[in-house]
C-alpha cells in the first residue's frame, strides 16, 4: 500500500463518529459558547445540540480540504489546528474556536484546508439536518441570520 493510501485510509477511520451523545445536554454548552448561536433561547440550542457528533483526528489529518463539498460546521473541543489558504498566512484553532458555519446555509466548497496540529476533538454538525431544524422553525433561522449578517457587517468594517 502507498503511503497516501494508508494515510487516507487512516484518515477515514479517523473521520467515522465516534458516537451521538448521550444527551443533548452533553454538548449544551460548547454551543453556548459559539457566538454564531449567540441570542437563540436554550430550547433552540438543545435542538441543535441533538445534532452534534464528535470526530477526533490524528495530528496532521484534515479535518476537511479546500474544493471539497461544505457539508459539517465545527466546533473545536480539545486540541489545536491551521487553517491553510494559498497566499495567505496560517491561522491556528484552538479549543472553543469554530469553522464551517457558512456550509451550514449554502454546501458550497471549502475555501481552506483546516489540519489537526496534534490530536484534535471536534464537535460536528452535519449541514443536512441542521436545514432540516431551520425549516422547523423560522424564528431559529431568522435569529442565526442576524447573526451572520452581524459578523459580516464586523469583517467588512476591517477591511
Known sequence: MSQLAARSAAEAALLAPSGRSETAHDWLSALEEVSLFAGLPKRHLRRIAKLARIRRFAPGAALVRRGDAGRSFYVLLEGHAKVQRPGARARRLAGGDY???????????????????????ALTIDRSGFVKLLGAEPARALALLRTLAARLRAAEASL
Open 99 to 121: 469553522f464551517g458555519e457558512m456550509a451550514l446555509l449554502d454546501g458550497a466548497p471549502r475555501s481552506a484546508d483546516v489540519v489537526a496540529d496534534g490530536e484534535v476533538l
